[in-house]
């Protein structure tokens, strides 16, 4: 199972997780690891204060890219259920931006599910940010490494 | 042939527009496409591109009905 | 900050999350990056039906060296705020053992931090199971690899 | 010199007690003291140590009134 969606109002991590986890009901049972990463809005970025982030995708193409990832990785590392929830429009500071979420029976598949679909989501899926700082606008130019 | 170009995020600000389509003659790439699109200068190092929004190459041939996408690089999660 | 428990009950682990995170309140706002692993028990270990997880621990120890590991790991990888919360006694499939999560500025540092806690937790924290099959009572001989 | 022993798990269950307060005499190390509890019989690779609630080793000193425990592999997680 996997649950792909993107959100243009701020969402509670942890209450998707629960409503995810119950979805899932006694399949749970056979993942005995669960593996999962939060990105939060920070209040500051390359050393400015940052009021307001505007998050632009690519709709269709955005979807599209995270489940071909979400399945590539599957295939790869073959863990279970997987659930991708990423935030679109305006943000406030310490609005949760993306959540990954992937269960395993062991841990391995779980945590580098999650490791490398962070990862791959934030180099290749179409999604792009402007900050608004004391000095003005800007698109933040690229992604750091880790 | 009839194109559908899509521009996002700072490339859809330089450019000034959202979308446009446009019916471009004698050409074979996304690489020919975008001399078209920008008075004949080369397609830069730092635009990267879609075709039916799917992650394209400056070689990648471009056809009849495509819908063709210019954006900077990705800053997502 | 840090917080490191043992319980002899069943636990949420998204409520312990939400609530471990509402007492960060507004510090939270410096950690754009946060990971989470949970082991839960599974209905099944190595090819036969489990109905009840023993977990015996050496209390004192324990905790002392979760929270080694934790301070170590944080002086190495320079993480924020970690949570470590562990299952003692008699557990029924689907009840989540160990919950940790680990926050920090960028992704690299809580990934790692938390990937590097469960492999070191389950191998230098002193806890041992108890499985009850339908052949009997065994204990676990030793921790997979991942 | 007074030692406070422990057993765990699978060990605790073998030795057949959960601690035991033991008075030795001429001893230095935990391989020394495991002699002692076991009938002379030298410390299985298997069976690991701490010394007052911190791993050790076989060759780790041990001394008057040092809490000193055994136990199997470690399962938690």
């Given at each position: 199972m996997e649950f792909i969606c993107l959100r243009d109002q701020p969402f509670d991590p942890y209450a998707e997780l629960s409503a995810f986890t119950a979805l899932l009901d006694t399949e749970r049972q056979n993942y005995g690891a669960e593996s999962h990463f939060i990105g939060t809005m920070r209040n500051f970025n390359e050393g400015?204060?940052?009021s307001t982030l505007w998050l632009e995708h690519y709709p269709g193409m955005t979807e599209h890219e995270i489940a071909r990832i979400?399945?590539?990785?599957?295939?790869?590392?073959?863990?279970?259920?997987?659930?991708v929830i990423h935030r679109i429009g305006k943000l406030a500071p310490g609005e949760p931006?993306?959540?990954i979420a992937v269960f395993s029976a062991?841990?391995?598949?779980?945590?580098d599910g999650t490791q490398r679909i962070i990862e791959r989501l934030k180099h290749?899926?179409?999604?792009?940010?402007?900050?608004?700082?004391?000095?003005?606008?800007r698109w933040v130019a690229s992604n750091t490494k880790g | 042939m009839a194109i559908r170009i899509r521009?996002?995020?700072?490339?859809?600000?330089?450019?000034?527009?959202?979308?446009?389509?446009?019916?471009p003659e004698g050409i074979a790439t996304v690489a020919d496409l975008w001399k078209v699109l920008d008075e004949g200068r080369p397609l830069p190092d730092r635009v990267l591109c879609a075709v039916?929004?799917?992650?394209?190459?400056?070689?990648?041939?471009?056809?009849?009905?495509?819908?063709?996408?210019?954006?900077?690089?990705?800053?997502?999660?």
């Open positions: 400015d204060a940052v979400v399945s590539e990785e599957r295939k790869q590392l073959n863990f279970g259920p997987a659930l931006i993306v959540l062991h841990r391995r598949a779980a945590l290749e899926a179409p999604f792009w940010k402007k900050e608004h700082t004391p000095d003005g606008e | 521009y996002f995020a700072s490339l859809r600000e330089t450019m000034g527009r959202t979308a446009e389509d446009i019916n039916n929004q799917e992650h394209a190459t400056p070689s990648t041939e471009v056809h009849d009905g495509d819908e063709v996408a210019f954006f900077p690089p990705v800053t997502g999660g």
